[in-house]
């Protein structure tokens, strides 16, 4: 084994030994096959949510999901991304025609369903939505280098099964680089955000999914805002163990909602999007006390 | 260090006769049309002076360390403040009324017109409008989802005067897209709705704008061009929005865009503003002083009241005597360079 196989399977070691006791109602036998809704996933967003709040509860979110054009914009803004890799000169409105003709190919049933349904208007809202995250990560690489770029396809996750456990740590990248003929552990990853604010975070995690999915770490992870810039981190050790740390807290989170008793709270801002905000004590304290604000100002009534 | 404020610009009303009722519409000044620009902006002939980059580096960094040094004198408890476009306006134009349209998001004839404006702009500088106006605008707010529905429902409860007003709104606007515009050259690479932030103080201030339309720009090898879209009808107040789409972009990419421009879906105007040195150091001297308003009152001080020509959009006017009196036309305000939005979005 190479020395950064061998510091892969490490990390999976690692991770194994610090979930395991946690998790240990999540225990399935050896070879059963677990259903796909009894899966904890462990994801970027579980792992922001108990570094907030181990109490934390968005139980009900996914309950509303609509496809709309804003929540489409990922996934047909990486098929825009693949033909302007693909095809040196195009630009972003073609490539996204060019995808919406193919459309079946791309995209699962549910996307494709929506898509159809769209007329003129709904496509030209999407395009709008889908090219400019396209023409945002294209950026990323200088135009010259583009070709080298691997771009996930819509559904495509790191994903590493925790072994004995009805569990499964969760990452996204968007895309990396180089896109073939390199070893996982030269890889570059590029993970796209809506704000920069909890960078090192997102990175971390998309770096230990990356290693514990490959079982070899990448070397750096860029995650980009497209409304306010990037940030690059060199994966070391210090980056994964923290990440390591915080997928523990997710994990005795994850438990706590599923069997109890209830996770300590820590209230915050975050309290007002949280599920149990009008039951947590904890919470109703926290916003007593802090009138709402607009960007730092009062309203006057 | 150049510390003047933007050049004076030509007169930049492109003229549109639009004949609503059939949305017949004539561009006479071919010179301030969006195409006209793109084609100058392209060859280099209407661009006055480049920005020096080592120029505009140390105008930014003086302008962080303003930045950073107005935030501190805010109390630790409201960070982060935030600064969106509209604010900047609002607190230069009355205290007040900025205080009084913090949470108004309710949709209202005048939020619907502006977004289905920015829709119709969205599919023509993509895809391409249809002939059924009507129906482009309702099938993209369908697939907005809950982003589209405020104004489905606004349109829902609207009178039917109401919801004529606002499809008449929409033909026009297409209208002026179809012969104003042209088929926007797609190797522009255009972006719609465009948000911008930059972070500031470590955090403890936002500035923010959303771009309606961005064409050229990295990663084209084309001019970058950012142009705001308005609802209503060309007006000189316009230049000063402007300014503030010039610095967010600056700071942003910590390049200048060759131009920024506001277009009038109303009356197919546009006021282009090329972007110097000059420009976005005025920019940076409107951000500040919005900035020392924004912390005065983030401290507690109480809100300054300056009627103005807005008075008559303010949700504060019925509780406001001087605005009262200024709709009433017995006091001859100023018109201040900043007025809020008139109504506009
Ligand atoms: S309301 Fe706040 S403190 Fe209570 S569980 Fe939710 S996030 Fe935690
Ligand atoms: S009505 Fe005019 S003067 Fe009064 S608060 Fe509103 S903007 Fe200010």
């Known amino acids: ?301 | 260090m150049i510390r003047a404020a933007a050049e004076p610009l030509p007169s930049l009303r492109g003229t549109v006769t639009a004949a609503r009722d059939n949305a017949v519409v004539t561009t006479t000044a071919a010179r301030f049309t969006v195409p006209a620009l793109l084609g100058e902006a392209l060859d280099g002939s209407a661009r006055p002076c480049p920005v020096d980059p080592g120029e505009l580096a140390e105008l930014l960094a003086w302008f962080r360390a303003e930045c950073e040094a107005a935030v501190a004198r805010s109390p630790a408890d409201t960070r982060p403040l935030r600064l969106p476009k509209g604010r900047v306006t609002d607190l230069l134009a009355c205290e007040r009324g900025a205080l009084a349209r913090l949470g108004d998001d309710a949709m209202g004839a005048a939020r619907a017109r502006g977004r289905i404006t920015d829709l119709l702009v969205a599919q023509h500088a993509t895809i391409g409008l249809t002939p059924d106006v009507r129906a482009d605008v309702l099938d993209a707010l369908g697939a907005l989802g809950p982003d589209g529905a405020p104004v489905l429902g606004w349109l829902a409860g609207a009178s039917e005067e109401e919801a004529a007003e606002l499809w008449r709104h929409a033909e026009v606007v297409a209208a002026c897209l179809a012969e104003g515009w042209g088929a926007l050259d797609r190797a522009w690479w255009p972006r719609c709705q465009e948000r911008a932030t930059v972070v500031l103080a470590g955090g403890a201030l936002v500035l923010s704008a959303t771009f309606d339309l961005v064409v050229g720009g990295p990663p084209t090898d084309r001019p970058w061009v950012v142009v705001e879209v308005k609802s209503g009808q060309v007006s000189d107040r316009h230049r000063t929005d402007l300014l503030w789409y010039a610095l967010v972009a600056a700071l942003r990419h910590g390049r200048a865009p060759a131009w920024v421009a506001t277009w009038t879906a109303a009356d197919d105007g546009l006021v282009p503003l090329p972007v110097t040195l000059g420009t976005i150091e005025a920019a940076a001297h409107r951000g500040l002083a919005a900035l020392d308003r924004l912390v005065g009152l983030a401290a507690g001080r109480a809100a300054g009241v300056t009627p103005h020509a807005g008075c008559g959009w303010c949700p504060e006017l019925d509780r406001c005597e001087p605005g009262l009196a200024r709709v009433a036309g017995l006091v001859d305000g100023p018109w201040p360079g900043d007025a809020a939005g008139l109504g506009e979005s």
């Open chain 1, 1 to 301: 084994m190479t020395g950064d196989l061998a510091a892969g399977a490490e990390w999976r070691a690692r991770a194994t030994a610090l979930l395991g006791p946690i998790t240990d109602r999540l225990a399935v036998p050896a070879g059963r096959k677990v259903p796909y809704g009894d899966l904890v996933r462990l994801d970027d967003h579980a792992v922001r949510r108990a570094g907030e709040c181990l109490a934390f509860s968005d139980a009900d979110a996914g309950e509303d999901y609509v496809e709309s054009a804003a929540n489409a914009r990922r996934r047909v803004g990486l098929a825009v991304l693949a033909g302007l890799r693909d095809r040196p000169g195009l630009d972003p409105v073609t490539a996204f025609d060019e995808v919406m003709a193919d459309r079946a190919r791309w995209f699962g049933d549910r996307l494709v369903d929506w898509l159809d349904g769209l007329g003129p208007g709904g496509r030209g809202a999407l395009a709008a939505e889908a090219c400019g995250y396209a023409v945002a990560v294209a950026g990323w690489v200088p135009p010259a280098r583009m070709g080298d770029v691997r771009i996930s396809r819509p559904g495509d996750w790191l994903e590493w099964a925790v072994p004995g456990r009805a569990l499964r740590v969760r990452g996204r990248c968007d895309a990396m680089t180089p896109r073939r003929g390199a070893r996982p552990a030269d890889r570059r990853l590029l993970v796209v955000v809506g704000a920069l604010e909890r960078a090192e975070m997102v990175a971390g995690h998309a770096a230990l999914a990356y290693t514990l999915t490959t079982a070899s770490r990448p070397q750096r992870v860029t995650v980009l805002a497209p409304a306010e810039g990037r940030t690059a981190f060199a994966v070391d050790d210090h980056l994964l163990l923290d990440a390591l740390e915080r997928l523990g807290a997710a994990a005795q989170a994850a438990v706590a909602a599923r069997f109890g008793p209830p996770a300590p709270t820590s209230p915050g801002p975050w309290c007002n999007r949280c599920g149990r905000a009008e039951e947590c004590p904890a919470g109703a304290e926290w916003s007593a006390d802090r009138p709402v604000r607009f960007g730092g100002l009062l309203p006057l009534r």
